[in-house]
């Protein structure tokens, strides 16, 4: 355990393991040209992708807007047509899971006592 290593036995045998995958290494070069030249014609794709990308927002934005509702308030927040019992229906409806939404207090809310908790001014002198 305590002989020592020889170091230059350890790089030579690393140097020739080294070749040895240097060797067996495909060469890169002929892709890489063709990289080069390929990357000239995708330039001239780059216009084409962004004018149909555009096209299909468009169309998008078409689609969505076509598919509204002619029938629905144009203006956020207004009442629709609803006869005024349909009306108080529609509120009074409560859905499955609408307990989830009070919280586990809620109850006791009317019985616990309102304190005025508001902070206190004070006027200062300036002098």
């Given at each position: 355990?305590?002989?020592?290593?020889?170091?230059?036995?350890?790089?030579?045998?690393?140097?020739?393991?080294?070749?040895?995958?240097?060797?067996?290494?495909?060469?890169?070069?002929?892709?890489?040209?063709?990289?080069?030249?390929?990357?000239?014609?995708?330039?001239?794709d780059?216009?084409?992708?962004?004018?149909?990308?555009?096209?299909?927002?468009?169309?998008?934005?078409?689609?969505?807007?076509?598919?509204?509702?002619?029938?629905?308030?144009?203006?956020?927040?207004?009442?629709?047509?609803?006869n005024?019992?349909?009306?108080?229906?529609?509120l009074?409806?409560?859905?499955?899971?609408d307990?989830?939404?009070?919280?586990?207090?809620?109850?006791?809310?009317?019985?616990?006592?309102?304190?005025?908790?508001?902070?206190?001014?004070?006027e200062?002198?300036?002098?």
């Amino acid at each position: 355990m305590t002989k020592r290593y020889d170091e230059s036995k350890w790089s030579a045998d690393f140097r020739h393991l080294r070749k040895q995958d240097e060797q067996s290494a495909p060469d890169f070069h002929h892709l890489i040209e063709a990289a080069s030249k390929t990357r000239a014609s995708m330039l001239l794709d780059r216009p084409v992708v962004y004018a149909l990308g555009g096209a299909a927002m468009l169309a998008l934005i078409i689609l969505v807007i076509s598919s509204q509702d002619p029938m629905a308030p144009s203006i956020p927040g207004a009442v629709s047509s609803l006869n005024e019992t349909e009306f108080k229906l529609n509120l009074a409806y409560e859905m499955p899971t609408d307990f989830l939404l009070e919280p586990l207090w809620f109850p006791l809310e009317s019985t616990t006592p309102h304190f005025d908790l508001s902070i206190p001014t004070y006027e200062y002198r300036e002098e």
